[in-house]
């Protein structure tokens, strides 16, 4: 059963463009989600986190909403550069006691030049 | 800084070996988590250590798999008579604490084949 979904496995943006990257979840336990980046053969790398009590997060070209009554959240980065090209991953934890981070399946970003 | 590193960075091995993985953390890092990525799968947690606690270890598919760290440093994670389904990508991360908004920092994982 997946807690966290992720459910476009990749998505072509033009540079420039504005890119958005979707992430469902199932779990009301869930308190605070992250979005990482992975490029191949590197770990994931931690790009931008919202807590539950906040519907936005900025940080530069990266925004996270978060929809709770939805259980939705996404990340749009504007502009989208070559760069941006990678897997992105969401990710969730739980309130209580669990401290692991639950993830979503990824989705491929390319951003065509 | 130095980053959390892992070695071997590929493992080859024969179905029915013993492996074992090495993290290496951040330095000052409390938590320490292993996950892996099966192909064309998003991470999936097995175990994670807070400083002296027991080591939660919910995310474990067998007993075949263990995991040990000594203190807050070096953690190894072993893989008894290795399945074919054992093959993915074990990755380690550290924080400086469990839970809270204190991100995870990834190894750049460990690519485990069983032939």
């Known amino acids: 059963d997946q807690q966290v979904k992720q459910n476009s496995p990749s998505l072509s943006v033009q540079e420039g463009r504005i890119s958005i990257l979707n992430c469902d979840y199932t779990n009301s336990m869930f308190d605070y989600f992250l979005w990482y980046k992975k490029y191949p053969a590197e770990g994931p790398t931690f790009l931008i986190s919202?807590?539950?009590?906040?519907d936005k997060n900025e940080d530069g070209r990266f925004t996270v909403f978060l929809n709770k009554s939805a259980k939705h959240l996404s990340l749009h980065i504007v502009p989208s550069q070559p760069g941006d090209s990678a897997v992105y991953f969401c990710?969730?934890?739980?309130?209580?006691?669990?401290?692991?981070?639950?993830f979503g399946s990824g989705t491929q970003l390319t951003v065509l030049p | 800084g130095a980053g959390v590193s892992q070695s071997p960075s590929n493992k080859v091995t024969e179905k029915g070996k013993d492996v074992e993985l090495r993290c290496d953390p951040i330095s000052g890092h409390t938590a320490l988590y292993w996950y892996r990525q099966r192909l064309g799968q998003g991470l999936e947690f097995l175990i994670y250590f807070q400083g002296n606690s027991a080591p939660d270890k919910s995310g474990l598919p067998s007993d075949r798999f263990s995991a040990e760290r000594t203190g807050e440093s070096v953690s190894t994670l072993t893989i008894q008579r290795t399945q074919q389904e054992d093959s993915a990508v074990y990755l380690c991360?550290?924080?400086?604490?469990?839970?809270?908004?204190?991100?995870?920092?990834f190894g750049p994982g460990t690519r485990l084949t069983v032939t």
């Open positions: 919202i807590s539950s009590i906040k």
């Open positions: 990710a969730a934890r739980a309130s209580g006691s669990a401290r692991q981070l639950t």
């Open positions: 991360a550290s924080s400086l604490r469990a839970g809270g908004p204190y991100e995870q920092y």
